[in-house]
Nanobody, 121 residues
Framework: QLQASGGGLVQAGGSLRLSCSAS????????IAWFRQAPGRGREGVSR????????YYADSVKGRFTISSDNAKNTVYLQMANLKPEDSAVYYC????????????????WGQGTQVTVSS
């Protein structure tokens, strides 16, 4: 299972770090991704990381502001978010897939419960 945490309320320009802790599966293959969903909008793939080689992907909307990383020894993936904007407000979900190099939602089979990020202007 996956457990997401670290969300909260922050002012525009601030920072937050989300954590995704995994248990019950081998944390050395496939990808872990962060998706987000704002009210009235579809789920958006924000970032992903390969657990095998550390390669990363970022959506254009967060490139240069968000950093994804993994600590395989702790079975945890982090999403460091900086220079947050009101449009970053959403519920953030972490998800796992056995595939690699994909940010397609349907390819992710294991989902955490979500953590709320709210950015005030």
């Amino acid at each position: 299972q996956l457990q997401a945490s670290g969300g909260g309320l922050v002012q525009a320009g601030g920072s937050l770090r989300l954590s995704c802790s995994a248990s019950g599966f081998t944390f050395n293959a496939g990808d872990i991704a962060w998706f987000r969903q704002a009210p009235g909008r579809g789920r958006e793939g924000v970032s992903r990381i390969s657990l095998r080689d550390g390669r990363t992907y970022y959506a254009d909307s967060v490139k240069g502001r968000f950093t994804i990383s993994s600590d395989n020894a702790k079975n945890t993936v982090y999403l460091q978010m900086a220079n947050l904007k009101p449009e970053d407000s959403a519920v953030y979900y972490c998800a796992a897939t056995v595939f690699t190099a994909t940010i397609v939602e349907k390819n992710y089979h294991l989902w955490g419960q979500g953590t709320q990020v709210t950015v005030s202007s």
